[in-house]
């Protein structure tokens, strides 16, 4: 069984930065990708980036190009999430997740096997 615990959420201005932290209670080496969500108020849960576990492939919601970055730290086995230009729309919880096996759709919520119980964003106008 694998844990993750989600940090680096809070409540920040508009335009402002934060930067999510995932980390897991096993090494992430076997991992074929990891991703973040969020599911903002009164909304579904949604996809927001994902790499594979070499780094080729990166996928973005649309919405979040340009202004977040996924990347991963293999050593300390964490995942992160850095975002900026943050804007009301943004206010969610955000989730890491994690899929062991191979898929053809990083996007798909249900091809991912971990979930952490997320973290709080909230974007003041």
């Known amino acids: 069984q694998v844990q993750l615990v989600e940090s680096g959420g809070g409540v920040v201005q508009s335009g402002g930065s934060l930067r999510l932290s995932c980390s897991s209670s096993?090494?992430?080496?076997?991992?074929?990708?990891m991703a973040w969500f969020r599911r903002a108020p009164g909304k579904e849960r949604e996809f927001v980036a994902a790499r594979d576990w070499s780094g080729n492939v990166e996928d973005y919601l649309d919405l979040v190009k340009g202004r977040f970055t996924i990347f991963r730290d293999n050593a300390e086995n964490l995942l992160y999430l850095q975002m900026n230009r943050l804007t009301p729309e943004d206010t969610a919880v955000y989730f890491c997740?994690?899929?062991?096996?191979?898929?053809?759709?990083?996007?798909?919520?249900?091809?991912?096997?971990?979930w952490g119980q997320g973290t709080q964003v909230t974007v003041s106008s």
């Open positions: 096993k090494r992430t080496r076997s991992w074929w990708s």
């Open positions: 997740a994690v899929a062991l096996y191979p898929n053809n759709s990083l996007r798909d919520d249900n091809l991912y096997n971990y």
